[in-house]
Every structure is written in structure tokens, then in C-alpha cells.
């Protein structure tokens, strides 16, 4: 059954919408052949992790709608270790690169991140810290990193990078926010930097934030475009001021 889930996936292209619709028609997916089923994963060259598994993350099973299959290159681990989520715009001032060096450097070393890998705020927190979790919204060897290959390349075996996307399919808008929600909820704590009121992604951050989501975001300047974070504050998340704010929210 679980080689049978792989697949699914694999012809599906990661479309949760897709993999859900067929399992509605086939639950038990006796459709698909045992054989081809395990032909089809055995040229598989990469990790997944499934629904089915032991170690599958408590937070995506309890998601409205959990991926089915993800796929994995580097240290398994990672994702039952404590996670902080970190999402940022595409600019970054001077200001909040002070702020993500100090507190990357002050998470104890147990902690992982987990980004979407978006240029800008993400991509640095990747160049000032160890355990980093990478939430990719193509599948792996599709050559779409636009700039961040250097950052990219220096990720290393003790971390991880996800994608519910199989090898070699192409990013689309939908599969871009569909990875960052599997990041945020991966996380236990969020953190807000230089965040755009026109960001598309606010709207699911406060939609987390209203349920009670830990969320700690760091004001800016007066006068940048910072307006998604101080939304987020109004709907209850905390200011980021040290990273002992973080910490509290990690127990």
C-alpha cells in the first residue's frame, strides 16, 4: 500500500488535490498494480516520507489537509527535532539582517529552521545557520532556484530539504504556497521578518495566528514595507525582541 501511495504521487505530480480526488474514488488504490507500483519507486533515487510512516510529523497529520508523500534529501531527523518556521520578503534591511544574525546565533543548536528558501530574508537565515530544513515548491533536480544556487549548494548532509513535488517537476504559484504551508505548520514557532501587506502569504499567517499559532514578529523601521508583520501583531502574535521570546514559545 505504502509503494502504491508513492506512485500515486509520482503521476500525479504532488497535486494533493489530485492524489485526494483519487483517493476518494479508490481508497484501498487497488487500481494501481503492485508490480508498477514497485517498479515505479524502485527508480526512485530519493527518501520519502509518508502518511503511513511511524516518524511522520504530528503537526502535518493534523493539517486540513496532510501531504500524502514527501520527498527527502539529507537528515531525516531533522523532523522530529523542535522547529522554528521563518518566513521574510524578498528585501531585507540592514536592520533585520542584524536582527536574524543575533538570533540565529542565540537558538540553541538543537533547533532547526525550516524556510520556503525565498530570496532575501529566508536564503540568509540558510547562510547563518547549521539544521536547516528547506521547503522546496519544485522537486528536486528541476533547475529553478533563480540566484540561490550558492546558498543551495552548501546545504549538507545534517540538513534536510523537503518537497511535496517528485523529482524533476517544475514549480507553479499553486505548489509555491502549498510548500509554505507545509513549512509553517512543520514549525512549532513562526518568525516574521520584513513581511509586505501585499504579501499572498499573509493571509494563511493570519489565519495561524488567529487559531493560536505561535507567531513573534520583528517591527521595522517606520516607512518600510513591513505592514504584513504589524497586521500580525494586531491579531495576537508576539514582537520579536530576543530570542528568549522565541524559546518561551518553543515549550
Known amino acids: 500500500m505504502r509503494e502504491k501511495l508513492i506512485a500515486l504521487s509520482m503521476v500525479k505530480k504532488g497535486n494533493w488535490n489530485e492524489v485526494y480526488q483519487f483517493l476518494q474514488r479508490d481508497r484501498?488504490?487497488?487500481?494501481?498494480s503492485d508490480v508498477a507500483a514497485c517498479q515505479l519507486v524502485e527508480r526512485l533515487n530519493y527518501k520519502v516520507i509518508t502518511v503511513m510512516d511511524d516518524d511522520y510529523p504530528i503537526s502535518?497529520?493534523?493539517?486540513s489537509k496532510p501531504p500524502f508523500v514527501v520527498y527527502l534529501k539529507g537528515n531525516r531527523d531533522l523532523l522530529t527535532s523542535p522547529v522554528v518556521g521563518i518566513v521574510g520578503g524578498k528585501e531585507m534591511s540592514g536592520y533585520t539582517k542584524k536582527a536574524i544574525e543575533r538570533l540565529m546565533m542565540q537558538l540553541p543548536k538543537e533547533i532547526s529552521v525550516v524556510t520556503g528558501f525565498e530570496r532575501g530574508v529566508e536564503v540568509y537565515v540558510n547562510e547563518c545557520r547549521k539544521n536547516r530544513i528547506v521547503c522546496l515548491a519544485s522537486g528536486f533536480e528541476a533547475?529553478?532556484?533563480y540566484g540561490k544556487q550558492k546558498t543551495y549548494e552548501q546545504l549538507t548532509l545534517d540538513d534536510l530539504v523537503i518537497s511535496e513535488r517528485p523529482p524533476g517537476e517544475m514549480f507553479d504559484l499553486q505548489a509555491y504556497y502549498r510548500a509554505y504551508h507545509l513549512a509553517v505548520e512543520l514549525s512549532q514557532v513562526i518568525c516574521v521578518f520584513e513581511l509586505a501587506s501585499f504579501d499572498l502569504r499573509v493571509k494563511y499567517l493570519n489565519y495561524l495566528t488567529e487559531i493560536g499559532k505561535p507567531t513573534v514578529v520583528l517591527p521595522d523601521r517606520k516607512g518600510r514595507q513591513t505592514a504584513g508583520g504589524l497586521g500580525l501583531l494586531n491579531r495576537g502574535a508576539t514582537c520579536l525582541m530576543q530570542a528568549s521570546d522565541v524559546l518561551a514559545l518553543l515549550k
Not at 28 to 32: A, F
Not at 60 to 63: N, Q
Request: charged share 35%; aromatic share 8%.
Open 60 to 63: 502535518w497529520r493534523e493539517m
Open 143 to 145: 533547475d529553478e532556484l
Open 28 to 32: 484501498q488504490l487497488s487500481t494501481i
